[in-house]
């Protein structure tokens, strides 16, 4: 069964830092592009950045430029998200998904969704 599973969220004061992890089963992880994306309270949920099958990051959001920096390690099949000086606006629920080889900033064009870590951000 294909899945993935984010960890790593949780309640930090502004201007904190975290790591967010996706670990992925039941597919051939090195070849799958992996999505990070928010969802604010009343908000749509967005695209933050994404790092292809083969490496290549493709950031979506310029409210995050040079706050948020996405990595894959293949052999333990998890993307990480780093998040580094973090304000109340980044305060959302964060979901990892997954598609072949390539980015894309829309939901619905990703085969495999996790169920989100929740990310806090106290001011």
């Known amino acids: 069964e294909e899945q993935l599973v984010e960890s790593g969220g949780g309640l930090v004061q502004a201007g904190g830092s975290l790591r967010l992890s996706c670990a992925a089963s039941g597919f051939d992880f090195d070849d799958y592009a992996i999505g990070w994306f928010r969802r604010a309270p009343g908000k749509e949920r967005e695209a933050v950045l994404c790092?292809?099958?083969?490496?290549?990051?493709?950031d979506y959001t310029d409210s995050v430029k040079d706050r948020l920096t996405i990595s894959r390690d293949n052999a333990k099949k998890t993307v990480y998200l780093e998040l580094s000086g973090l304000k109340p606006d980044d305060t959302a629920m964060y979901y990892c998904?997954?598609?072949?080889?390539?980015?894309?900033?829309?939901?619905?064009?990703?085969?495999?969704w996790g169920q989100g870590t929740q990310v806090t951000i106290s001011s």
């Open positions: 790092i292809s099958s083969g490496g290549r990051v493709t």
């Open positions: 998904a997954a598609r072949f080889v390539t980015c894309n900033r829309k939901w619905s064009s990703y085969e495999y």
